[in-house]
C-alpha cells in the first residue's frame, strides 16, 4: 500500500495470492514469525532480510539498513508489479512509474537470471526464470 511497509506480511491472506508473489510464501512464513518473536515490523524484516541476502553474495555490495517504518495499514493493490509474461514496453512503464530508470530495472531483473521458480511453471519446478546461456 505504502512503499516498503511490509504489507505483503501483514496482509498474506490477500498479497501471497496475487500472482506475481507465487512462489513468496516460503520467505513471508520465516521472516513474519521471526519480525513478530523479535517485535521489529515487517517491513523492516523485510528491507533486513533482504541486505542480509545480498551480503552472501560474492562481490555483492554491502547496504545499510534503515529500520523505524510502520506497519502496513492497507495490502498492496494487485498488479503493482509487473508478471513474468507482460510485454517489455508494459514492464519498462510500470517500473518507470514507480521510479526505476530502465537501467535499474535491468539490474533488478538480472537477479532473476540465478532464481528458481516453483510456481510460474509447475511443471518445471525449480528451475531458473532465465534459461540464456
Same mark, same amino acid.
Given at each position: 500500500g505504502g512503499g516498503a511497509d511490509g504489507s505483503i506480511l501483514q496482509f498474506d491472506d490477500i498479497e501471497l495470492n496475487f500472482t506475481m508473489n507465487a512462489g513468496i510464501d516460503e520467505?513471508?512464513?520465516?521472516?513474519?514469525?521471526?519480525?513478530?518473536?523479535?517485535?521489529?515490523?515487517?517491513?523492516?524484516?523485510?528491507? /533486513?532480510? @533482504?541486505?542480509?541476502?545480498?551480503?552472501?553474495?560474492?562481490?555483492?555490495?554491502?547496504?545499510?539498513? /534503515?529500520?523505524?517504518?510502520?506497519?502496513? +495499514?492497507?495490502?498492496? @493493490?494487485? /498488479?503493482?508489479?509487473?508478471?513474468?509474461?507482460? +510485454?517489455v514496453p508494459d514492464i519498462l512503464a510500470r517500473m518507470a512509474d514507480a521510479g526505476f530508470s530502465p537501467a535499474e530495472l535491468i539490474a533488478l531483473l538480472a537477479s532473476h537470471s540465478i532464481a528458481a521458480q516453483d510456481k510460474i511453471e509447475p511443471a518445471i519446478a525449480r528451475s531458473p526464470f532465465d534459461s540464456t546461456p
Open positions: 520467505i513471508a512464513e520465516d521472516l513474519k514469525p521471526f519480525a513478530d518473536e523479535h517485535g521489529i515490523s515487517y517491513g523492516d524484516v523485510i528491507q /533486513f532480510g @533482504s541486505s542480509v541476502a545480498l551480503s552472501l553474495c560474492p562481490g555483492a555490495p554491502v547496504v545499510q539498513t /534503515f529500520v523505524g517504518r510502520p506497519n502496513a +495499514t492497507v495490502p498492496a @493493490s494487485d /498488479f503493482t508489479v509487473p508478471e513474468p509474461f507482460d +510485454t
